[in-house]
């Protein structure tokens, strides 16, 4: 009988550094939301891949950094919380021959990990070979990584082989879930993350992190081949709410087109999308409204 392969993976690095562009090309399916804004993953993220012989589960983790509010450390406690849970940590940077500050805040709290640390260098379409070897070397000097493998999130260069070293990681063991199941998050949390992807793309730079989406609800309307979903956007402060609506309701109905076309690749069904904008004041600071949004530490 042919050996079968399995374990966890946590994918961890400083804000805006790629993880989740990686484990969507992984995947081959769009299941984490990104943006070119740090700090859009808030939650971990369980993504599963199944081959033949081995099946991966990975946990996008939110960025690390110095948290300025509850929310952060909420972020920063749940990512370093897979620390020693998983089989590989893959520690992902930019190919920079300075270590930044960030990068090595990272490399401290990975200092007393005792699983296999491997370092991905992300985004080396940016940047000629040559550079690469300094970026390993310098990298090299502050932490013993178990390897370094050089790779493109976006372009999907080099993944089959992080995916070998990966494997060379993973135990002996069983099929945790299902060979078609890619994802364990709620359709409703998928849902939810999707709007605040395209509120993220489209919304001035000060906003978007003072946002949280709640799906009200989710139904299929009787006797038709459509779903009904009602969300709110929340914002910080009253002058944000006028921005998010825009000029006669225009900011917030681009957010529903956009949010709605990837809403319908994701549940296979037409969706009428309807959204509200409230302001909940300084929500990133209650462990009441954090806790409602999905951000519960009892599941860190």
């Known amino acids: 009988m042919k050996k079968f392969y399995s374990g966890f993976v946590s994918l961890v690095g400083r804000p805006n550094v790629g993880k989740s562009t990686l484990m969507n090309c992984l995947i081959g399916e769009k299941i984490a939301i990104t943006s070119h804004k740090p700090q ?24 690390i950094h110095k948290p300025r509010h509850k929310l952060g450390e909420f972020m920063v406690r749940s990512a370093e919380n897979t620390f020693n849970e998983v089989d590989v940590v893959l520690m992902l ?21 005792k699983t296999p640390v491997v370092l991905v260098i992300n985004k080396i379409d940016t940047v000629e070979k040559e550079k690469l070897l300094a970026v390993i070397a310098a990298y090299s000097r502050l932490y013993d990584f178990a390897e370094v493998v050089p790779i493109s999130a976006l372009k999907g260069s080099h993944t089959d082989t992080l995916l070998e070293v990966i494997r060379k990681y993973l135990p002996e063991g069983p099929q945790y879930f299902p060979g078609d199941m890619v994802t364990d998050q709620p359709e409703r949390q ?61 900011m917030l109905k681009k957010i529903g087109s956009t949010a709605r076309y990837d809403m319908e690749r994701l549940l296979g069904t037409p969706i009428y999308l309807q959204l509200w904008v409230k302001v909940k004041k300084d929500w990133r600071d209650s462990d009441f409204l954090l806790k409602n949004f999905g951000y519960d530490k009892k599941n860190i």
Do not use: W
Not at 40 to 61: A, G, H, Y
Not at 96 to 107: F, K
Not at 242 to 249: A, D, H, L, S, T
């Open 40 to 63: 859009t993953t808030r939650n971990k993220i369980t993504c599963i891949l199944t081959r033949e012989e081995f099946q991966c589960v990975f946990l996008d983790t939110p960025g």
């Open 93 to 113: 940077i930019e190919p920079t021959e300075e270590v930044m500050e960030l990068d090595r805040y990272v490399i401290e709290r990975l200092k007393n990990v």
């Open 190 to 250: 998928i849902a939810s993350e999707i709007i605040r992807e395209k509120a993220l793309y489209l919304l001035q730079d000060e906003i978007p992190h003072g946002i949280a989406v709640e799906i009200m609800s989710m139904k299929k309307r009787q006797n038709q081949n459509m779903v009904d979903v009602e969300a709110t956007i929340y914002c910080e402060r009253e002058s944000h709410k006028g921005i998010i609506i825009g000029k006669q309701g225009s």
